[in-house]
């Protein structure tokens, strides 16, 4: 069955940068979209940032953009989301999630998702 596990989540402070990874097995990881997804305290779930099967097309939602770059590594089966000039707005879990098909920006279009990472911007 499908299995994603993030990784790389912790406490920084405003400004600093981080990087997670997400390793997935189970299903054919070159053939599907990728994405992270981020839940914070009291909020609904989501999208943050997509990457085609291929990872030749990437978008982020414009609260990150110039901010956040996913990409990966099909080769490993991972996919990494690094941010940059984190914010306290960027507090929440962080999962990633497998896509129906190659591509797609619309949430519901995502199956999947891994129990997630926890990022803290706080000063």
């Known amino acids: 069955q499908v299995q994603l596990v993030e990784s790389g989540g912790k406490a920084v402070q405003p400004g600093n940068s981080l990087g997670l990874s997400c390793v997935a097995s189970g299903f054919a990881f070159s053939s599907r979209a990728m994405a992270w997804f981020r839940q914070a305290p009291g909020k609904e779930r989501e999208l943050v940032a997509v990457i085609s099967s291929s990872g030749g097309i990437t978008n982020v939602v414009d609260s990150v953009r110039g901010r956040f770059t996913i990409s990966r590594d099909n080769a490993k089966n991972t996919v990494f989301l690094q941010m940059n000039n984190l914010m306290p707005e960027d507090t929440a879990v962080y999962s990633c999630?497998?896509?129906?098909?190659?591509?797609?920006?619309?949430?519901?279009?995502?199956?999947?998702w891994g129990q997630g990472t926890e990022v803290t911007v706080s000063s």
């Open positions: 999630a497998v896509a129906k098909t190659y591509y797609t920006m619309n949430p519901g279009g995502y199956e999947s």
